[in-house]
């Protein structure tokens, strides 16, 4: 038996997220009016063989429709001081054009990839599942980039940016 719709109070549900640290990332795609991108935590690994990864994009966004459209997109991982590209590509920045001054190569699929970044994956759609007001896109990497910069990666946790640090050896009890 499922729970009922309306049961978890959305705003809680946020605040229940927010504790969880999430990787931040860029993801970009072309479109025929030029590069476009996005940031986006809803990243993970899927396979390694194939090499496959997955994004979550919610539907309304314009993002969302040109993945399904052009089936490719790259995930930029971004560094721990690329912040500014973090709210650059989530609409939070002054720039027309979000790409200005910002490096990048065209890979494999045509996306637009930050040589900048930590590492970028350059994707194929090869699945898209609708799960509630998003959809998950599954892309195999067909060529990836590693970044000569940061040591760490940018992660944001519990509503601020942080950055990854010390290794921490686990215990064994």
């Given at each position: 038996m499922s729970p009922s719709p309306g049961l978890v109070n959305p705003d809680a549900f946020r605040q229940a997220l927010r504790r969880w640290p999430s990787g931040?990332?860029?993801?970009t795609m072309?479109?025929?009016?030029?590069?476009?991108?996005m940031t986006a935590s809803a990243?993970?690994?899927v396979s390694v063989a194939p090499p496959q990864v997955l994004v979550v994009v919610d539907r309304r966004w314009r993002s969302h429709d040109l993945i399904a459209a052009g089936a490719v997109f790259c995930v930029n991982i971004l560094a721990d001081d690329q912040a500014g590209w973090s709210e650059r590509f989530a609409g939070r920045g002054q720039e027309e054009d979000r790409f200005a001054g910002i490096a990048t190569v065209v890979a494999a699929t045509g996306a637009p990839c930050l040589t900048a970044a930590r590492a970028w994956l350059d994707c194929r759609v090869v699945a898209a599942h609708e799960a509630g007001d998003h959809s998950i896109f599954v892309g195999e990497v067909l060529a990836l980039g590693l970044g000569d910069g940061a040591e760490t990666s940018l992660v944001y946790h519990d509503g601020a940016y942080r950055s990854v640090g010390e290794r921490v050896e686990p215990v064994v009890a």
């Open positions: 931040v990332t860029v993801v072309p479109t025929a009016d030029g590069p476009h991108g990243f993970c690994s």
